[in-house]
């Protein structure tokens, strides 16, 4: 098995002696996500970069799509059922499955136990949900990773998404890993833990109501005086990007993953 840090394109055949026994791995999957595919493939491959800057053998599975949240948060469970099971192939084995999304490993992680319930494969759901990584929760809690700051001094704040606090539980390690870079000054936001107001197709069946708590976000940035907002949800960085734009606010929206390798790959 490979360990030379690339990128490797998979079919759905699984690699022989494919295994993960819960310590430091020497290869993962890389679920990609629909946003970061159609809108920001530059923090897709950012991390993926990060990965094999550990040593690890990345593989991403070519035949993967989505999650299956558009249509399960929508009320569509069977449609979202059929998006989810055509997932299953691409993840055979035991490596663990990092998603550069607190969003959709949320749903990987903790609504496909629910959606699989009482399918036929639902004992093999289980075991794909069961080595779903966020992409800050895993860089932290499995390889420790330690950075260092190759950037000039900068302000910046930080947007944690709803599913990533609420769902996986990700709060405080997107903000280690930022602690780490000597040159950057992160200021936390007053109300950190409110919804941007993106909520996929809440922001679309509700668009007034989203429109304010962007707003609200907005302001929020603003106050912290800093000249980029971090995420690690491109859902929320569309959202909070469109309205920063939209009001001409000098504030950058970047992805923890892009802005990460910008600071330490030179």
């Known amino acids: 098995m490979s360990t030379d840090g690339t990128t490797v394109p998979f079919s759905g055949v699984p690699f022989s002696g494919v295994s993960f026994s819960g310590s430091r791995p020497d290869s993962v999957y890389y679920f990609g996500t629909c946003l970061v595919d159609l809108f920001y493939p530059e923090a897709g491959m950012a991390g993926i970069d990060l990965l094999k800057a550990q040593g690890l053998r990345v593989v991403f599975p070519q035949g993967q799509s989505c999650c299956g949240q558009p249509a399960y948060n929508s009320g569509y469970r069977e449609e979202a059922l059929k998006v989810a099971r055509a997932q299953l192939d691409y993840f055979p084995g035991d490596w663990p499955i990092v998603v550069p999304s607190g969003s959709c490993a949320g749903m990987m992680k903790k609504h496909w136990p629910d959606l699989f319930k009482g399918e036929p494969d639902e004992a093999r759901a289980k075991q794909v ?3 779903v990584w966020e992409l800050t929760q895993f860089l932290v809690q499995v390889l420790n990773v330690k950075f260092e700051d190759q950037g000039p001094p900068v302000k910046i704040t930080w947007h944690a998404s709803c599913h990533a606090q609420r769902e996986m539980g990700v709060v405080e390690e997107p903000k280690a890993l930022l602690r780490q870079l000597a040159n950057v000054e992160l200021v936390e936001l007053q109300r950190e833990r409110e919804c941007c107001g993106f909520g996929g197709t809440f ?16 302001a929020d940035i603003e106050n912290t005086g800093a000249k980029a907002v971090v995420s690690g949800d491109c859902g929320c960085l569309m959202n909070i990007s469109g309205a920063l734009e939209g009001g001409k606010k000098p504030v950058r929206g970047v992805h923890i993953a892009q802005f990460l390798k910008e600071r330490t790959h030179g």
């Open 203 to 218: 922001s679309v069946r509700h668009p007034e109501i989203s429109a304010a708590m962007v707003g609200d976000k907005v």
């Open 129 to 131: 949900a069961s080595r």
